[in-house]
Structures are given as C-alpha cells and as structure tokens.
C-alpha cells in the first residue's frame, strides 16, 4: 500500500521561503522518481518539479531557479523547497510517484502566498 503524506504548506508573503515535505512510511518509493504538481483554484492540476532515483532533477520554467526538489531515502521523503514566493505560486502542491500504471498522490498541502 503506497501512502504519501504531504505537510508543509502555510501563508507566506510575497518573496517569502516554505519547505514542503513528502513522506512515504512504508519505504515503496525508493527506486523510483517522484514528482511535486500543483493545483490552483479554477485550474488543472500542472506539474512542478521531478527527482530521479538517481537524484537528477527536472522542472517547470514558472519554477526553475527558485524551486529545489530533493530527496532523503534514509527518512523516505521528498522535499520541495520554494524560495522567492509569488502570488501565482499560491495552489494545493501535492507529491506523486508512478509504480507501474498506477498514479499514487498525497492529499495536498496548501500553499498560500499573499501579503
């Protein structure tokens, strides 16, 4: 059974630092990669960033140079750190692995930048 729980998430002003966090108690998404993605209100769901398991990283141009996706396979978690905030950063992030054919999400957490 995957679960993955996202935390983190909070209101930040404008120009403003969070660290998200992805755990994965049961250990099953060592070996593969993992994905943050974002969901706005009113909009689709958009992809942020992406981690190999061989720790190479990819990601969004809204995101490149303030983001950093990284992960800690000794804790099973997966960090998305944002600096330099936006108002238009303000969305539901939530983490994803793909195992197989199968998408597994967390639940969300909530980011929300405004001053």
């Known amino acids: 059974q995957v679960r993955l729980a996202e935390s983190g998430g909070g209101l930040v002003q404008p120009g403003g630092s969070l660290r998200l966090s992805c755990a994965d108690p049961?250990?099953?998404?060592?070996?593969?990669?993992m994905n943050w993605h974002r969901q706005a209100p009113g909009k689709q769901r958009e992809w942020v960033a992406r981690i190999g398991d061989d720790g190479r990283t990819n990601y969004a141009d809204s995101v490149k140079g303030r983001f950093t996706i990284s992960r800690a396979n000794t804790n099973n978690t997966v960090y998305l750190q944002m600096n330099s905030l936006k108002p238009e950063d303000t969305a539901v992030y939530y983490c994803?692995?793909?195992?197989?054919?199968?998408?597994?999400w967390g639940q969300g957490t909530q980011v929300t930048v405004s001053s």
């Open positions: 994803n692995v793909r195992i197989g054919p199968t998408d597994y």
């Open positions: 049961g250990s099953t998404f060592r070996g593969y990669a």
